[in-house]
């Protein structure tokens, strides 16, 4: 019978096992030089025909990607010993020199403050002499410089305003949210006081205000109103038809007869036609 394995076996099967060292070299591989005449073999990319130099494998539209390799460069890198980046060639003696003392930042000597020329009372000088042209003007400045003294220069200089020592600058924070205002129906309330303060204020308004009597009309008022009765002429007749009585009556009943001729007299300022029977003027 086959011996049986015991849990010491199973253990050594999960042991961890050491890590797998790895060069610099591995980790970073040198970079991809240019192509050369030497690194072309038959049957590549870059094969060509001719004369082929190494110049022609360093020109990024002529060098063609080798299938499942990267497109190359074409650009030459530094040996191996080449430093990348800016090298600041300092005098500060690095971190001894700079826990050892502190190199304070020493103030320039301020030059002599120059003071501004008085334009105004050169020329008013200028106009008082009786020189009037740019050119005297000019030779006039250059014999009488006169300038501005500091005590009238910070005069028209404007001083800083004057602030409280305790003043804090920024932007006023907002308020906070009254939750328990929204949550109490707070402004309902008021909103509801509000409308019955201004109906109780309506109601008084209308309980002190005069009630006129009533109003009379007067004859001038009765005039304005009137309509003067418009007297309709009777129809043209020949003289010799007057007597005649009409041949057709298509009305039933002369109510009838008279209604259609007072609807006629209505319509006739909105109809055309000389006996104002045709279309009516406005749609």
Same mark, same amino acid.
């Given at each position: 019978?086959?011996?049986?394995?015991?849990?010491?076996?199973? !253990?050594?099967?999960?042991?961890?096992?050491?890590?797998v060292?790895?060069t610099?070299s591995?980790?970073?591989?040198?970079?991809?030089?240019?192509l050369?005449?030497?690194?072309?073999?038959? /049957?590549?990319e870059?094969?060509? $025909?001719?004369?082929?130099?190494?110049?022609?494998?360093q020109?990024? !539209?002529?060098v063609?990607?080798?299938?499942?390799?990267?497109?190359?460069?074409?650009?030459?890198?530094?040996? +191996?010993?080449?430093?990348?980046?800016?090298y600041?060639?300092?005098?500060?003696? /690095?971190?001894?020199?700079?826990?050892?003392?502190w190199?304070?930042?020493?103030q320039?000597?301020?030059c002599?403050?120059?003071?501004?020329?008085?334009? +105004?009372?050169?020329?008013?000088?200028a106009?008082?002499?009786g $020189?009037?042209?740019?050119?005297?003007?000019?030779?006039?400045? %250059?014999?009488?410089d006169?300038r501005i003294?500091d005590?009238?220069?910070?005069?028209?200089?404007?001083e800083?305003?004057?602030?409280?020592?305790?003043?804090?600058? /920024?932007?006023?924070?907002?308020?906070?949210t009254?939750?328990?205002?929204? !949550?109490?129906?707070?402004? %309902?309330?008021l909103?509801v006081?509000? %409308?019955?303060?201004?109906?109780?204020? +309506?109601? $008084?308004?209308?309980?002190?205000?005069?009630?006129?009597?009533?109003?009379?009309?007067?004859?001038?008022?009765?005039?304005?109103k009137y309509?003067p009765?418009v007297?309709l002429?009777?129809?043209?007749?020949?003289?010799?038809?007057?007597?005649?009585?009409?041949?057709?009556d298509t009305?039933?009943?002369e109510a009838?007869?008279?209604?259609?001729?007072?609807?006629?007299r209505?319509?006739?300022?909105?109809?055309?036609?000389?006996?104002?029977?045709?279309?009516?003027?406005h749609?």
């Amino acid at each position: 019978m086959p011996e049986a394995k015991t849990p010491c076996h199973d !253990l050594t099967r999960w042991k961890k096992k050491p890590p797998v060292r790895r060069t610099v070299s591995q980790i970073c591989p040198p970079p991809r030089r240019p192509l050369t005449v030497a690194d072309i073999q038959p /049957g590549m990319e870059n094969e060509r $025909l001719g004369v082929v130099r190494d110049s022609m494998f360093q020109n990024p !539209l002529i060098v063609k990607a080798e299938l499942g390799k990267p497109r190359e460069r074409s650009c030459s890198l530094p040996g +191996i010993n080449f430093n990348y980046g800016l090298y600041i060639r300092g005098q500060d003696g /690095g971190v001894p020199e700079a826990i050892g003392h502190w190199n304070v930042f020493k103030q320039q000597p301020t030059c002599p403050h120059e003071l501004s020329r008085d334009y +105004i009372a050169m020329n008013r000088g200028a106009v008082k002499a009786g $020189l009037v042209t740019a050119r005297e003007n000019f030779h006039y400045r %250059q014999l009488n410089d006169i300038r501005i003294s500091d005590q009238d220069d910070r005069r028209l200089k404007k001083e800083p305003p004057t602030l409280p020592p305790n003043m804090t600058f /920024g932007i006023r924070a907002r308020p906070s949210t009254p939750f328990f205002d929204l !949550l109490q129906h707070r402004y %309902q309330q008021l909103w509801v006081q509000e %409308q019955k303060a201004n109906q109780k204020a +309506i109601k $008084l308004e209308k309980k002190h205000k005069v009630i006129l009597g009533k109003l009379y009309e007067t004859r001038s008022s009765q005039l304005r109103k009137y309509k003067p009765p418009v007297k309709l002429d009777a129809l043209w007749h020949m003289p010799h038809f007057q007597k005649v009585g009409p041949h057709l009556d298509t009305f039933p009943t002369e109510a009838h007869r008279q209604r259609a001729f007072k609807a006629h007299r209505e319509e006739c300022a909105v109809r055309q036609g000389t006996l104002r029977m045709g279309n009516y003027t406005h749609p």
